[in-house]
């Protein structure tokens, strides 16, 4: 038995080169802005709408328009729940876009304020539709938040950092696979505009899995703008 793992053991070990050689990754640059209004509608009742371009292939061309909105209702000053809808458009050179529909279940929790800053919690259901496909697919989103203000007592500038997993729930014709789908990483700066507007700016790492062990990685300068009333 040593000796016949002795005389596999090149051939193992070549296969896993070969394994290692086939997965790669894929790099780009990209930017993405968020134009996100919301607010109370009425009483408990609230609201949130965004438009969201993202410009890939070195920041050359729009490779995604992102349109979103959802009514909510507060059950408590920590818990807010959602549901919303999304038209995603997915540009493709010399053909006729794509066309992504979401709805969507969202829960905001806020969690409390440990070392003097915010942690809060967003969990997201999401049910995709894409005109490529017939397929419906589910997609779970789980974001942790935190944001410390630089300066105790003002809120000018706050630290903020936040991780986002993906999880696909089932396999679609369109080319959902199930399983884990996409990790965002994000380490920037809140800057407060006035009232309780502010602007998010940093630097967003998107790692995406893809199929037959590949992964992409979007290196994303990431500017949001919250108009809240």
């Not at 807010?80 to 905001?108: C, I, K």
């Not at 997201?124 to 397929?135: A, H, N, V």
């Amino acid at each position: 038995m040593r000796r016949l793992f002795r005389a596999l053991l090149p051939f193992v070990t070549l296969m896993g080169f070969a394994g290692n050689a086939m997965a790669r990754t894929t790099e780009e640059e990209q930017l993405w802005v968020n134009l996100t209004a919301m607010g109370a509608v009425s009483g408990k009742l609230v609201y949130f709408a965004e438009v969201q371009p993202r410009m890939g292939d070195g920041v050359s061309r729009l490779d995604q328009l992102l349109l979103r909105g959802a009514v909510g209702w507060k059950l408590s000053p920590s818990f807010t729940v959602y549901q919303g809808y999304a038209h995603v458009v997915l540009p493709v050179d010399g053909g006729r876009d794509v066309n992504e529909e979401r709805s969507f279940q969202q829960l905001n929790w806020v969690m409390g304020k440990p070392w003097g800053g915010e942690l809060s919690s967003r969990t997201r259901l999401e049910q995709r539709w894409r005109s490529d496909g017939k397929d419906m697919g589910w997609r779970l989103r789980e974001m942790l938040r935190y944001e410390k203000p630089l300066k105790p007592g003002s809120h000018a500038v706050n630290a903020l950092i936040y991780g986002e997993g993906f999880v696909a729930l089932n396999d679609t014709d369109w080319g959902a696979k199930g399983g884990f789908d996409q990790l965002r990483s994000f380490v920037g700066a809140e800057l407060g505009l006035g009232g309780a507007s502010t602007a998010e700016i940093g630097y967003l790492n998107q790692w995406i899995n893809q199929r037959g062990g590949n992964a992409r990685v979007n290196h994303v300068a990431s500017v949001t703008l919250f108009f809240r009333h």
